[in-house]
């Protein structure tokens, strides 16, 4: 089924309203007098699986691939997304590694679990808004439809969008 690339992108828009929160109550959670083991694991978990695995894979698998097909080039923007998104990962499996760490009772892990999340964080941050502010609008103006062979909405079904954002609305509300 073709789909506009503008409803796609104001899909992915709204997820990078999501993971901005998500990353501002990661380091309210990470930074509390006494922080908790569950919030903070459900949080790197909202990492692989909402951004990740529901984010990343929306853009790659339908936005990304499908404009390509269309014409428009893998060489520039989207080469540097799509390695982005491998830095990304790269970042929450060592954020895994720490948390495990941690929790283990190796306590100079945490101060490194603080400065790894900062790191992405960053890098996440400066990421969304190349795609808010460069590649989104420039495929916007160059790519009208495109025919993926998976929706969004089944990638957010199999990757339970739904219970992310709740995940998310509870800890909000819990460090507002
Ligand atoms: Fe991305
Ligand atoms: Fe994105």
């Not at 400066?126 to 993926?148: T, Y």
Request: charge should be negative; proline fraction near 4%; charged fraction near 30%.
């Amino acid at each position: 089924m073709p789909v506009r690339v503008k409803y796609v992108t104001s899909v992915l828009r709204e997820h990078h309203e999501r993971i901005l929160e998500a990353l501002a109550v990661l380091d309210k959670a990470l930074n509390a007098e006494r922080p908790d083991p569950d919030d903070i694991a459900a949080l790197v978990s909202f990492l692989s699986k909402f951004v990740d695995g529901c984010h990343h894979s929306v853009e790659e698998y339908v936005l990304f691939s499908e404009a390509n097909r269309r014409g428009f080039p893998f060489e520039g923007p989207i080469y540097v997304m799509v390695s982005e998104h491998g830095v990304a990962r790269y970042l929450v499996r060592i954020l895994e590694n720490l948390y495990e760490a941690w929790r283990r009772g190796d306590e100079s892990a945490y101060r490194d679990l603080v400065d790894y999340a900062r790191l992405y964080a960053d890098h996440i941050s400066q990421h969304i808004a190349k795609e808010n502010d460069v590649l989104f609008p420039m495929l916007e103006g160059s790519v009208a439809e495109i025919s993926p062979n998976k929706s969004v909405e089944e990638i957010e079904r199999e990757a339970e969008h739904e219970k992310w954002l709740s995940i998310l609305e509870e800890l909000k509300k819990k460090y507002a």
